[in-house]
């Protein structure tokens, strides 16, 4: 009888990270990043899995379980062996509301997993040099997150110190290199605007349904440059079945100055030349949101207590 060995959740995901990061290092030609990509973002469900396993069994396994036999094996304390369990999709979202502040990685895996199963099930145009960029960064800050939020763990006590150490090697090589390529065309902008060239950046009108705030231009150094923080949907559509199979909230930010007409749409990037300001802009906005709630509760209740006079 061929060997049948248990795998854990945790089992899978050290596994299939030390076999993903042989194919990821820097140089790799396309076939490797998609086969490391692919084994990287099933590494990472297997951990999404973990937690919401660990707080209870149920909460992996499909919305309507087998009765009372399955109340029965896990009063028992049995395995849940070859037992068919949620998706990825379902297992992200669940996983986030149980701990939010997760919310802030979430929104780049959600594309990560879009990406895997296009991969597995299409063919056709794919964004490699995207892909590998968020699969080489996104995926090393969540796995980071989950540790430290939901397992109370440094990484390398949960993936071994030999691949946690590849994985943060390769992810601080990519935002470097990342970082330095908005530096240089800062700099490109910064040498137009002094020579009073037009900047080659697009037109961008920030909505008045979203926050703003000040922020100093890094082209021009103008101090009243405008972030604006909002929320946007990402809907996915079954387009066979004509039905929307799952819809997701992220941060969107957009960045104008009407001093020397640099702008930018591209959240990660504003992220990044934000740099340790990031956290406190986005807590001031987090801020705001809750003080505007409460000051909406607060009408709602004061109106309510008049109609009652």
């Known amino acids: 009888m061929a060997r049948q060995d248990y795998l854990e959740f945790l089992d899978f995901t050290k596994g299939l990270y030390e076999k993903a990061l042989q194919h990821l290092q820097p140089g790799s030609d396309d076939f490797s990043i998609l086969s490391g990509s692919i084994l990287l973002t099933v590494g990472l469900e ?28 896990l009063e028992k304390g049995d395995k849940f062996n070859n037992t068919n369990t949620i998706s990825f999709e379902t297992a992200l979202v669940r996983l986030v509301k149980l701990y939010p502040q997760l919310q802030k990685e979430s929104g780049d895996i959600e594309y990560i997993i879009k990406q895997r199963n296009y991969l597995m099930h299409n ?49 601080d090589a990519y935002k470097q290199a990342d970082y330095l390529e908005i530096e240089e065309r800062i700099r490109h902008f910064q040498r137009l605007w002094e020579k009073e060239e037009i900047l080659p950046c697009k037109k961008l009108d920030i909505p008045d349904n979203v926050s703003t705030v000040f922020f100093e231009c890094p082209v021009c150094n103008n101090e009243e440059a405008y972030i604006g923080i909002g929320l946007e949907w990402d809907i996915d559509v079954d387009h066979r079945e004509g039905i929307v199979t799952g819809a997701w909230e992220y941060l969107s930010l957009l960045f104008k100055c009407d001093n020397c007409g640099f702008t930018s749409s591209d959240t990660e990037e504003i992220e990044l030349f934000l740099g340790v300001k990031y956290d406190d802009i986005i807590a001031d906005y987090n801020k705001q949101k809750e003080e505007e709630m409460e000051s909406h509760h607060a009408d709602i209740y004061k109106d309510e207590w008049k109609s009652r006079d």
């Not at 937690?51 to 399955?70: A, C, E, Q, S």
């Open 46 to 73: 297997k951990l999404v899995k973990f937690v919401l396993y660990t707080r209870h069994p149920f909460m992996v396994l499909f919305d309507k379980i087998n009765g009372f036999d399955d109340v029965i094996k």
């Open 123 to 171: 063919f056709g145009h794919i964004n490699i040099i995207e892909l590998e960029k968020k699969i080489q960064t996104k995926i090393a800050d969540m796995s980071e997150a989950i540790c430290k939020e939901c397992l109370n763990k440094n990484p390398e006590d949960v993936f071994t110190k030999e691949v946690w150490g590849t994985m943060s090697k390769i992810r």
